[in-house]
């Protein structure tokens, strides 16, 4: 398992406690963290939860993440209307984050989605720290395959 995947495990496993206050799962925050980049690959990778009722809550709320596609019309409102004001274009993100609250708790409220989210069972991998000879033998691996491409590189030109 890579570090980043065993580090995306440790996170949601972390914020599944704070996630089911307002009624979403710990696995919802890999779609979200993906929706803030772009949202249709955060609804996308919302496949990935078994629960049904947790799917849908998450994408529902992915949907209020300011995407990175929303940037430039978030930043031309806040230029017409508010006179280019630095604070609006950044509290936009803090409001969409809230509207995320607010809408899993309105949600939690409904018939449809009542009741706790599916219990949160994840087999975490030990986490060693790394020892100084792997830590030097991959900076050597990596650093000499480097110079082999710029080198490489450097002879086309």
């Not at 065993?6 to 925050?29: E, N, T």
Request: glycine fraction near 10%.
């Amino acid at each position: 398992m890579s570090l980043i995947r065993q580090l995306m495990a440790r996170i949601a496993f972390v914020l599944d406690r704070i996630f089911r206050k307002f009624g979403l799962s710990g696995k919802s925050f890999i779609p979200m963290l993906i929706g803030t980049g772009c949202g249709i690959p955060g609804i996308m990778a919302s496949r990935t939860i078994e629960n049904e009722r947790d799917r849908r809550m998450t994408i529902m709320t992915t949907t209020f993440i300011p995407c990175g596609a929303k940037v430039p019309f978030i930043s031309m409102v806040a230029g017409a209307i508010f006179g280019g004001s630095a604070w609006v274009a950044t509290s936009a993100y803090f409001v969409g984050m809230a509207a995320i609250i607010i809408s899993g708790i309105m949600l939690k409220k409904t018939k449809m989605f009542s009741g706790d989210p599916a219990p949160f069972v994840m087999e975490l991998p030990a986490h060693h720290m790394p020892t100084v000879g792997n830590v030097l033998r991959s900076m050597w691996e990596r650093g000499w395959s480097f110079i082999k491409k710029a080198d490489c590189f450097v002879e086309k030109f």
